[in-house]
């Protein structure tokens, strides 16, 4: 942190003052009268009011800052008791983007510069005090009744710097710090990473930020922020090290911080108005489907699919404490395109992170708190649930998981927040984030006669977090096969109709300022006379059915998402209709038996089907008593499914009949 002891430079002073008294006085004024002690000021302000001044303060801000603080007393205010407190006020120079640099363009050219810094916070500390002028009273001097101090001493390490000797002794202490007469303020230091799609190859770009008084505790990990501050070297590394390295780390000393957003009042009205004309095209659903993914060569069937990302790039509305975020699980044979279509997704969706379930910890996706490597205690260090908060999460090789990763998946996808309680860190993080996962079907090839449950190895619970899950297969046909081979070899691409930037902005245009309703009576029958049907159709011997308010919910959200996506704030019938054709699919790629007939437990994964039974039934057939254990070896099943399949039954919820006796079983 910039020391407030800097050499006083009048003339600058002076300048500065000028400068605030004729474009902040009112905000001054405001802040002192609310007990604030910071003003921001925006750097286009600064650069009109004197352009020289403006590039010295990027150019030079170990000299130059301190002298724009210091300015606020040059500002005239009416109330006596002004002065004071104007010679505490912090000035922020926020909005440094004709001088922005991401992460992971950090150069030596950049060092002693003050920038704007743009990455994702991937880590937080907790906000401490931090002593930035201390008071010392000497030992030796002291006596009863009567204290000695020396003048205050500017603090700009991470170590406290001791006098050189008492004034009055001229001995060099002992000195005791006096923490009542020192100056404190608050401090935080946040890990800033690339934001996703800005790494160089794999390597992984990091800087701690420092964040003082209130701007401490402003950000959470997870947030995407502009960081305007002076960019430096972290020399109090340096110093605790035996040997001093020649290689500097990266340090920012944080000033203002402005939130990263697609800002569309920024966009130029010739980009506003080509985004309305898109949005009037009358094939709009066809040139988002053909620009999702064109070098992925798809029948009516993988149009659809496509058309199911598009509506969750856009989502549903969030209102009224539901949720608006649409998950999509694709369950695909090799050589089906689900890893390119997630990453397709992930580069074309607002505010997106891809990462891979295998080998993923719960922490890795969700949250956690870790010792921080600052000296600061412990950090909230964010998974890619929380950094796509507000936007998308792909996640391939889903069905990969451990089995910690897939329980905080769980409660992620269920709850949309992630609490960390963890050393002495309570609170909780945002997780409203659309999942696209992908998975391939036990033995490589999807039957959609054989339940969900049996062909990905994953809990019910989990997958009933999705709203659209969808077969992708690759059956032999001369003829597709023919036209798949001939795409690939000249060259693999088609003409893409929507630019990806423009894809981007639209998408992120529309969730920003496209709020849908069901205005329609008619519109809202059609969706609850699905909803009903369904429920009829599915009904159990106990009254219940597998779809629920979750399922009448999901079409809500794909019904506003289509409206979305033609900037619409109204739910059409096109629109509930594409939402009911969405999940008709769905259930026909995984609820459908081979009678034809309707089994919503197939589908969900609640019931395991006649598959799981009649493994366990085959394999207790004319045995003696065995363990679950034994079971699962011998059927290949888990042996938490091999388990929970016999206790079902035990209790009379299945037609196998099963006897348990110390932890044995056998067919009754």
Partial sequence: MIPRNTDINHDLIGRFGEFLSSYYRDEIGTALQNGYRSV??????????????????????????PQLDRATTEVDMPTPDSETALGEMTVRVAGVDDHEVPVSGLRDHHRDRYLGVRGQVSM???????VIEAVYRCERCSTDGHDFYLDPIPQDGEELRLPNECPGCERSGPFMLDESKSVMVDHQIVELTDEPGESIGANANSVPVHLYRDEAGEVMPGDRVRVNGHVTTDLAQIRSQSKIATRRPWKVEGRAVDAEQVAFSEVTPERHEEIKRLSQQADLVDLFVESIAPDILTDDRGDTHKLA????????????????????????????????????????APK????????????????TATQSDHGDGWMLDAGALVLASGG??????????????????HEAMEQQRIPVNKAGINTVLPAQTAVLAAANPMGGNYDRYIPLYDQINLEAPLISRFDLIFALTSPVDADRDAAIASHQLSGGGSEQPIDDELMTEYVAYARQSVEPEIRDEAVK???????????????????????????????????EASARMRLDDTVRMEDAERAIDLKQMHIGDTGITEDGELDGNKMSGYGEGDSV????????????????????????????????????????????????????????
């Fill in 40 to 65: 921001t000021v925006e750097y286009s302000d600064l650069f009109q009011f004197d352009a020289d001044l403006a590039m010295d303060y990027v150019d030079h801000p170990e000299k130059i800052v």
């Fill in 124 to 130: 937080a500390t907790q906000v401490q005090p931090r």
């Fill in 613 to 668: 039974r009649s493994q366990i039934r085959d394999a207790l057939d004319d045995r003696d008593w065995q363990y679950p254990s034994d079971l699962a070896g011998e059927t290949g099943l888990s042996e938490e499914k091999v388990r929970g399949t016999l206790e079902r039954a035990r209790e009379g919820k299945t037609s196998l009949p099963v006897e348990e006796a110390n932890g044995k079983w056998r067919l009754d």
């Fill in 392 to 409: 998308l999460a792909g996640i391939d090789e889903f069905d990969k998981m451990s089995d910690g990763a897939r329980k905080s998946m």
């Fill in 309 to 348: 990302l598009v509506l969750q790039m856009f989502g549903g509305v969030r209102r009224n404490g539901r949720k608006g975020d649409i998950n999509v699980f694709l369950i695909g044979e090799k050589g089906t395109g689900k890893s390119q279509m997630i990453s397709r997704v992930v580069d074309l």
């Fill in 352 to 367: 997106s992170i891809e990462a891979s379930g295998k080998g993923a910890t719960a922490a890795g996706l969700t949250a």
């Fill in 525 to 559: 029958q059609r969706l609850v006379n699905y909803y009903v049907d369904l429920r009829e159709k599915t009904e159990q011997d106990d009254g219940s059915s597998t779809f629920g308010p979750r399922t009448n919910d999901a079409l809500r959200r794909l019904a």
